[in-house]
C-alpha cells in the first residue's frame, strides 16, 4: 500500500468517526495543517525548531461540546499492521498542550478513545530510520499498549463530554 492509498483509507475513516461525532450534537472543525499553507507546511515539515514541531504535530481536529473546545486527532487502522503507532513527537506536542489545561483525546481503531496522557506504550521506536524503507516516516514513533491503555468506545467518551 502505497502513501496515496494509505491517506485515502485515512481519510475515509476520518470521515466515519467525524461523522459519528455530529450525529452525536458536536460540533467538529479541521484544524491542523488546514492554516497553514501549503508552500510553508513543506518549510516546517523537517524543522525540529520548538515552533515547527508545535504546528506540525498540531492535532487534526476541534470538538466543541457544552463543557468547552477539545483537541483530538484520529490514528486510522491500518491493513498491513495491527498495531496503534504514533509518532513520539507527536504526544510530546500533546502533553505539552495538556500541560497548559487544553485537552487532547485520541480516536483509534474499533472507535475507541483516551487523553493523551493515558496512553501506555508497549515498545518505542527513538531510531526508526529503517522503517522508512517499508513506508513509515522515518521518525520516532510508539507502538500503544492496546491493554494497558484505558480505551473508551466512542460514545461512552463523548457523553463525558456533555
Known sequence: MNFDDRMNQHDQFAETVVSLIQAEGFQVHPFDNFIIPQVHQMLIKYRSDPVSKFLRFFPDY????NKGGYLFDIKSPS???DNIAIELDAIENYLIMKSFNIPVFLIVKDLKCCYVDEIAFKHKFYDA????KTGGAGTPFGLVDEIETPFRDLSV?????E
Open 157 to 161: 467518551f463523548l457523553n463525558t463530554l
Open 62 to 65: 476541534l470538538l466543541i461540546a
Open 79 to 81: 491493513k498491513k499492521y
Open 129 to 132: 530510520t529503517q522503517f522508512k
